[in-house]
Each structure stands twice: as C-alpha cells, then as structure tokens.
C-alpha cells in the first residue's frame, strides 16, 4: 500500500499484491514473484507482472485468475494506514507491507520508508499521483 501524507491527510495512491511463483515462499519480485494491482475495492486487477514485464492472467500454481478476485482484508488495510501513517509524519511517501491472518485481520510487517518499489506500483496500475500530480508537485516544491 503506497501512502502519502500531504497538508489535508494521508492519500493511499496505489495498492499491489505480490506472490512468490513456483512453489517460492518469497513474495517480491526481485526475487522471481510477481506482483497485481488491485482496485479500489479490494479487487485484484486483470494481470500480474514479474520484474521483468512478463504477464500472468491467472496464478501459475493455483490456476486462479486474477480479474475481480477480492482481497481477503483488504478493507481493514486501507483502514490502518492512514493512522498508522500518521505517527509517523516525517516521511511523506511510505509503502506499507502487510501480511493478513487467518481471521482476514492486517498484521504490519513494514514501512518501507526509503525506495518503496515504486516501479511496481506504477507498472500495476499506472502513473501514481494521476489528476494530483500538479498539486502534489506545487506541494513539494513551494516556496518558503
């Protein structure tokens, strides 16, 4: 989940899902996983990517498709961030790693404060900022 903390609150741009493939229990994409964005909703978009750019419509192990498949916790995650994020204010832009249980609850593994993979995001689900991108600009560069 990527957050940014502006003057009126905190904004979630962009959430990815990213599964290990091949029997991997490592989930990242740098290490051979892929990623899918997913809606608004909750809902996982219509294709996954590995670091590469090579596109998956369904799960190479499980054979399920992505389009629509919802995201068990989803809702409770895009919850949490926006309190979460606002402790620590320092830092503007966080992507934010969580795990779900077995009761569909989030449980924080991260805040990647620095890189964030970014590229991922964009790849999954396109220009980041979108119709905010002049006003965040503005932000970040104003004048004193």
């Known amino acids: ?8 609150g ?3 741009y962009s959430c ?8 991997s229990k490592v989930d990242n994409a740098s290490s051979g996983g892929i990623t899918c964005g997913i809606t ?13 750019g090579k596109k998956y419509f369904k799960h190479p192990d499980s054979n399920i498709a992505f389009l629509d498949y919802e995201v068990p916790g989803f809702k409770a995650i895009v919850e949490l961030v926006p309190m979460l994020h ?12 969580f795990a779900v249980n ?8 991260e805040a990647n404060l620095h890189y964030g993979e970014l590229d991922f995001h964009q790849l999954n689900n396109g220009p980041i900022f979108g119709d905010d ?3 965040i600009l503005e932000e970040v560069f104003r004048k004193s």
């Not at 606002?86 to 790693?97: G, M, Q, T």
């Not at 077995?102 to 593994?109: G, K, M, S």
Request: include cysteine; glycine fraction near 6%.
């Open 40 to 52: 608004n909703n909750g809902k996982l978009k219509n294709v996954a990517f590995s670091k590469s």
């Open 16 to 23: 990815i899902l990213r599964m290990g493939i091949n029997g």
């Open 133 to 135: 991108t002049c006003k």
């Open 86 to 97: 606002c402790n620590i204010p320092h830092f503007r832009l966080v992507s934010w790693d």
């Open 102 to 109: 077995e009761n569909e609850r989030p449980v924080l593994i």
């Open 1 to 8: 989940v990527l957050s940014l903390l502006t003057l009126s």
């Open 10 to 12: 905190v904004k979630i």
